[in-house]
């Protein structure tokens, strides 16, 4: 069955560094683009960086552009999320997502302390 499984949040001082990964399996990985979405607490969940099924296309929102970079690995069939210079306002609990499915990861948490 598919799966998706979020891992290497953490708790990060305001200016640190996270790396996220996101293992998928049981579909064809590289036949799909897939995002990267956040829900911080008491707020709807977020789509915030997107990336094409061959990774060289991506798009993020305004509030990330220039300190997170998103990236995937089709061979080990791996999404990746480089998040530089952390702000308190990241804190949220990061999910991987299939496109027009159902298909979710249980996340990831990330804290940013001021």
């Known amino acids: 069955q598919v799966q998706l499984v979020e891992s290497g949040g953490g708790l990060v001082q305001a200016g640190g560094s996270l790396t996220l990964s996101c293992a998928a399996s049981?579909?064809?990985?590289?036949?799909?683009?897939m995002h990267w979405l956040r829900q911080a607490p008491g707020k709807e969940r977020e789509l915030f960086a997107s990336i094409n099924n061959k990774g060289d296309r991506t798009t993020y929102i305004d509030s990330v552009k220039g300190r997170f970079v998103i990236s995937r690995d089709n061979d080990k069939n791996v999404l990746y999320l480089q998040m530089n210079t952390l702000k308190p306002e990241d804190t949220a609990v990061y999910y991987c997502h299939r496109p027009n499915s159902n298909y979710w990861g249980r996340g990831t948490q990330v804290t940013v302390s001021s």
């Open positions: 049981g579909f064809a990985f590289r036949e799909y683009a």
